[in-house]
């Protein structure tokens, strides 16, 4: 078998003399086309660097709700991987899943437990056992709270961890100057 030199063969070989016209060329913008290489260079770099811009190396575990305006504070450390309750002016929620209403439990001044809350963080401390056999439970849990939130409420869920085990309560800051 011959060797060939390499060269444009898109379409040389449909025996169709439209095909091949178009393929020739013959005066019309011909049917081979080249990728334009600069453009898809500066492409390729331009989305290099966002990712490279966007990308964490400390992981990032908690993203800031929209309607949530946290506290800020000087003095803070990186925070673990546990689940977070998140408190804003309608809801609670435990990892993006309602957990009770805020008006609700701001409504009441007596300390009460939040049941859905309590059961939830039950199962996690459950499932966070039979995956880790032989470590001892850290019993952590991110609240992540509106700075307007009634301290009844925030009190409610604290008491609510605590119930279920997890008594090691973290709050989610803004870190303002410091380190």
Known sequence: MPIHKPDRVLLHHVPLKFVRSKVAGGGRKSMDSQIPLVPFIDFLITL????LSSFSASGELLSQRPNLVMPN?????????APIVAIDARV???????????????????LERIEQLVS??????????ILHAREPFPGTVIVQADRSIDFRVIKKVM?????????????????????
């Open 48 to 51: 290099v660097v966002f990712l």
């Open 73 to 81: 504070a000087t003095n803070a450390i990186d925070l673990e991987l």
């Open 92 to 110: 609670v929620t435990l990892d993006g899943r309602r957990m009770a209403d805020t008006p609700t439990l701001a409504a009441n001044a007596g």
């Open 120 to 129: 939830d963080l039950e199962t996690l401390r459950r499932n966070w056992s």
């Open 159 to 179: 008491f609510s961890a605590a119930q279920a085990g997890y008594t090691n309560i973290s709050f989610a800051v803004n870190q303002t100057g410091g380190d």
